[in-house]
């Protein structure tokens, strides 16, 4: 549900941004025409980037935090005798009942270094086009890259595991933030091997739903009638089904 709703937010920035990005001067270059953006024009497009990122990490932000509420609904509620009820809807009505600021402010860090990322990746491709660079400019753009990708993956990650910690104690996001990060750093080698073992049974997961698609598409052309002979190599569609 939250990747339907991320890829319509996307299709809706698309759509306006297109409307921004044509607000200009004409200015013919040979065969083509270019549109000059004023300095208004410039910032309202900034501002419209600044907002798909901000309003897509508040998405990403609300899926896991109803995930992490359902989980500790269900961990709280099961006992010897009886399984736990984790609920879905329970954890959409405390985000935006009790945590809407919490989790929008988390959605803005992650989306301020972004947007950082963004800005700094266009100028250094400026740089690059123009020709201006010299080893040592090149060395120290690549190692602020790499920083800058350092940051977005620690603030994602932080930024997680407080949405985890205000669905089990309800505090706001720079306390559940410290919180998480005390714990992380307490309980290290639990992480990493929890997150080791999670990686290892998405990336499980992910071949099995591909493998399964592919499976079942070569079924349907091979032991259908209805569908026998409609193609002429089924190594097409399963690759299609794969992927």
């Keep these: 549900m939250a990747c339907v709703v991320i890829l319509a937010w996307l299709c809706v920035w698309c759509y306006f941004a297109a ?9 013919p270059n040979g065969v083509l025409t270019t549109v000059v953006w004023s300095d208004e024009t410039r910032y309202v497009f900034l501002y419209s980037l600044f907002g798909y990122l901000w309003l897509n990490a508040f998405i990403i932000g ?10 500790a609904l269900w961990y709280f ?18 985000v935006f009942r009790y945590h809407l600021g919490s989790i929008a402010f ?16 266009y100028y250094k491709r400026q740089l690059e086009k123009a020709g201006k660079e010299n080893k040592v400019v090149k060395i120290l753009l690549c190692l602020t890259s790499y920083l800058l990708d350092c940051l977005e993956r620690f603030i994602k990650f932080i930024s997680k595991n407080a949405y985890i910690q205000i669905a089990l104690t309800g505090k706001n996001f720079c306390a559940s933030a410290w919180n998480a990060f005390i714990l992380i750093m307490k309980n290290i080698m639990r992480f ?14 992910v071949c099995f ?3 399964a698609n592919g499976m079942f598409v070569y079924s349907l052309l091979h032991y259908v009638p209805k ?15 794969l992927i």
């Design 19 to 27: 409307y921004i990005v044509s607000i200009g001067t004409l200015k």
């Design 62 to 71: 609300v899926t896991q935090f109803i995930i992490s509420a359902s989980a």
């Design 77 to 94: 509620t099961s006992s010897g005798d009886s399984n736990g009820k984790g609920s879905l809807c329970k954890g959409l009505y405390w």
């Design 106 to 121: 988390g959605a803005f860090l992650i989306a301020l270094v972004q947007f950082i990322r963004i800005i700094f990746e």
């Design 192 to 205: 990493g091997t929890a997150q080791s073992i999670g990686f290892i049974f998405n990336v499980l997961g």
């Design 209 to 211: 739903i591909a493998a």
């Design 227 to 241: 569908y026998q002979g409609l193609v002429q190599s089924f190594i097409g569609p399963c690759v299609v089904a």
